[in-house]
């Protein structure tokens, strides 16, 4: 990333559109579920949004796997989407949400590394 860039904000209106092309590819049930974690995302932001992307990466991958390996999107997110973000950005209340993800994350790891291997 350039300085140019840096100052016009050019690389997140470029990587903000990757991130709706690949949520357009996402099963239909799926896409509500992203626009929801974008809202409850938003608060955490800085005054650029930089410090999203990352997150927002991995939220989006995170789904773009679930839904490659067949979930559905309330084994994913359960009932608490703002509870979700909050653990993502590291909010207040993230420690019991983070614990609780965490868990989930590597179940899923677990999973899908027991599929790959036999």
């Not at 410090?51 to 989006?60: E, F, R, S």
Request: glycine share 12%; with cysteine.
């Amino acid at each position: 990333m350039n300085f140019w860039e840096t100052i016009t904000g050019s690389d997140l209106t470029r990587e903000w559109k990757a991130f709706e092309v690949r949520a357009e590819a996402l099963p239909a049930d799926y896409r509500p579920a992203w626009e929801e974690i974008k809202g409850h995302l938003s608060p955490y932001s800085d005054f650029t949004g930089r410090n999203l992307m990352p997150i927002l990466d991995g939220a989006l991958g995170l789904l773009e796997e679930t839904a490659a390996d067949g979930q559905g999107i309330h084994e994913v997110l359960g009932d608490d989407v703002e509870g979700f973000c909050a653990a993502l950005a590291g909010g207040e209340q993230a420690r019991g949400y983070r614990d609780r993800w965490r868990r989930q994350l590597n179940r899923n790891v677990a999973r899908k590394l027991n599929q790959l291997g036999g």
